[in-house]
């Protein structure tokens, strides 16, 4: 496996987003950053970790099987098991990572504080990696776990060091992980869930403070949601495709939404995305229209889903129609089990999947008629939120984490029957 190396922050990025990271770490409870991790970031260059001479990772063309949902057809939540964890029946539970703990034994790799944002990644052994975020001040990065064909945990490594705060992000078509920083000035890195190449910072898709980025592979643009009270969606569109045929993430043009009355979308192009002068990234178009909060975003079948905190909506975007809708929403909602709306991720038949931030501590699936339906709930995890949740390949393995709280952060394996082959 190639040698990685942490990512240095530029003293400028540090300035301006300590504040917002100490504040996080202080309100979180979060276990401290590493002094080695913090010594070795302030003694590299600023291109330390980033592949040199190279603006692309390698494109792994592994499929994934064909799979139908059967979430519908699941049941109640049972009683909570050894671990606090309330699940249907047929489903069982057991974690796979606690932060600050050696994932293996014999091995000196341990699982990253405050884990978020997480996704899946096929292997070309039948096997599965499992990514995931840490939302640590300057000591961020990417964690990952890596399972063999049978489901047994083999390995886990880093694939990012030394960033900031980094909260979601998404997979891509090309099996690659975009992780996001969530601070002001926060930026985008592409990384390899194998490890076995540098991540890339990629500047073109926006300086601000980043939640979640989605990819359509059909149209070749990428979705981001921006953590702000007065935050924006925002679309990324490729000057070109790479020589695999997906979205050259280099360059591009960032544009801004702007929903109208009847939910029709215009998008404007920002003049300043890289936010090099002085007026934020959000702020450079008076139109764009105005998220409370964005958190979560995922592209299934033409339609982007994202979430928004402030006010507890799931919204669905149709790239199709280019209009905007309201999929749900806790105050109006006859039923609001779900609520603390986060990370989502979407069943192959499209289910749009829910963690909440504090709420109840659930996962809750909106099947595609609007009902909901809580898959699985943690007990007693007091002070916390459920983050990264994502499917294996197979369909019937969910993970997800208890980002923190006075049992740490803590990521799950839930196996059960999601799906069935198609």
């Not at 139109?287 to 995922?298: L, N, P, Y």
């Not at 943690?378 to 923190?404: C, H, K, M, N, W």
Request: proline share 7%; hydrophobic share 40%.
């Amino acid at each position: 496996m190639a040698t990685r190396s942490p990512r240095v922050l530029p003293r400028r990025a540090i300035l301006e987003g300590g504040l917002a990271g100490l504040a996080l770490l202080l309100s979180r409870s979060v276990v401290g950053c590493s002094k080695d991790i913090v010594v070795a970031a302030t003694e590299m260059g600023d291109d330390a970790g980033l592949d040199a001479g190279s603006d692309e990772l390698p494109y792994r063309a592994i499929a994934r099987p064909r799979l139908v949902s059967t979430i519908a057809a699941i049941g109640p939540l049972g009683e909570p098991d050894a671990n606090g964890v309330r699940l249907p029946a047929g489903f069982t539970a057991r974690i796979v990572g606690r932060s600050s703990k050696p994932v293996l034994e014999g091995k000196s790799f341990a699982w990253h504080s405050a884990p978020d944002g997480g996704a899946t990644f096929p292997t070309e052994d039948g096997g599965w990696i499992y990514v995931s975020n840490s939302e640590l001040p300057f000591a961020g990065g990417v964690g990952a776990l890596r399972f063999d064909a049978a489901g047994n945990l083999v390995d886990a490594y880093p694939i990012l060091e030394g960033t900031n705060v980094n909260c979601a992000g998404g997979p891509t078509p090309w099996n690659t992980w975009l992780s996001c920083e969530e601070v002001y000035r926060g930026q985008v890195y592409e990384c390899d869930p194998w490890g076995e190449h540098a991540a890339i910072v990629r500047p073109a898709l926006g300086t601000f403070k980043h939640e979640a980025a989605a990819v359509d592979p059909i149209a070749h643009r990428v979705y981001l949601t921006e953590d702000e009270p007065d935050g924006c969606l925002y679309r990324f569109v490729p000057d070109a495709l790479t020589s695999h045929g997906f979205a050259k993430l280099s360059s591009g043009k960032l544009e801004v939404a702007a929903v109208a009355g009847d939910g029709a979308v215009t998008w404007h192009a920002l003049p300043d995305p890289l936010f090099e002068g002085d007026v934020p990234t959000r702020a450079q178009v008076a139109a764009a229209t105005r998220f409370d909060g964005g958190e979560g975003i995922w592209w299934h079948d033409g339609v982007v889903y994202f979430t928004t905190k402030g006010d507890d909506r799931v919204r669905a975007y149709d790239t199709r129609t280019e209009r905007i809708s309201v999929l749900y929403d806790a105050a109006t909602s006859p039923n609001p089990i779900l609520t603390g709306v986060d990370n989502v991720t979407v069943s192959a038949s499209g289910d749009v999947l829910v963690a909440e931030d504090g709420g109840d501590m659930q996962v809750v699936a909106i099947l595609p008629t609007g009902e909901l339906k809580a898959l699985v709930q943690l007990v007693d995890y007091a002070e916390s939120e459920i983050t990264g949740p994502a499917f294996d390949p197979s369909g019937t393995r969910l993970y997800f984490s208890s980002q923190r709280g006075p049992k740490g952060g803590t990521t799950f394996e839930i196996t059960g029957p999601f799906h069935a082959p198609a």
